[in-house]
């Protein structure tokens, strides 16, 4: 890629070991690197923003695969110089942000059309995710990795055990589509577990009204007691049988069982209570 060296030697040359208190994973298969950058689509217009790159193996893969600009946020300084030495490499494609991504308003960075692609701190993914998800329709898509527990839970469907919280809500504002696994042994040094690949498109419109901050109150009140049944698990929002009684659902039926509208359903009729 261009005239950098290999990423083993970089990663030697400036003592980037991977940092647990990072979440740290380093994937350095260009193979790799290169499908999860082409799954991005076309990135020659917009921008493309990068979570953590670390020694770049990513960052190389986008700009080799034609992104017109990739915006890298890094809070780690021994990865902040290593991307100075890959955006001397592709003058004017490269926008480096020394910053916690926690604390960066991604959907406000580069130009439209944005796309995230990013191989995430697994200590924070879903934490990043659902601060996405509030700005969902800023991004074209997302390309990201994650745990691939996570991206089961992202993809599951109604009456099946992965299916909670984060599926109706990452299932309201976008469509999900689990690309491809990657083994733990690709990584340096390798996670415990197995990461998987995932594009999330945002929809046009969200699959059923309702506010994201009462899906959410809805949502952890169904779910935190999964087991129970709604009229039990509903009670700590409030008039739980009004609020099942107004949208029709069953008072017997467990969170698993209901669809992401009815979830929207009830948080409709908690907002019309208030």
Known sequence: MGDLPPLREVIARHGLDARKSLGQHFLLDLNLTGRIARAAGDLSVGSVIEIG?????????????G?????????????????????????????????????V?????????????????????TVLLLAWLRQARSFDRMILMFQKEVVDRLAAAPRSPDYGRLSVITQWLCEVKPLFNVDRRAFTPPPS?????????????????????????????????????????LKQLGKAE???????????ARAEEIPVEGFCALARALDATQ
């Open 53 to 65: 790159p670390g020694p770049g193996g990513l960052t190389r893969a986008l700009l080799e695969a």
């Open 67 to 103: 992104a017109r600009q990739v915006i890298a946020i890094e809070r780690d300084d021994r990865a902040i110089v290593i991307q100075h030495e890959i955006a001397a490499a592709y003058p004017g494609r490269l926008e480096i942000i020394a910053a916690d991504a926690l604390a």
């Open 105 to 125: 308003d991604v959907a406000s960075l580069g130009e439209a059309p944005r796309k995230i692609v990013a191989n995430l701190p697994y200590n924070i993914s």
């Open 193 to 233: 577990v197995t990461s998987t690949i995932v594009e999330l498109v945002p929809r046009a419109q969200p699959l059923a009204p309702a506010r994201f901050e009462t899906l959410e109150r809805v949502t952890a009140a169904a779910f935190g007691q999964r087991r129970k049944m709604l009229r039990s698990s």
């Open 242 to 252: 009004e609020l099942l009684a107004v949208t029709g659902i069953e008072g017997t």
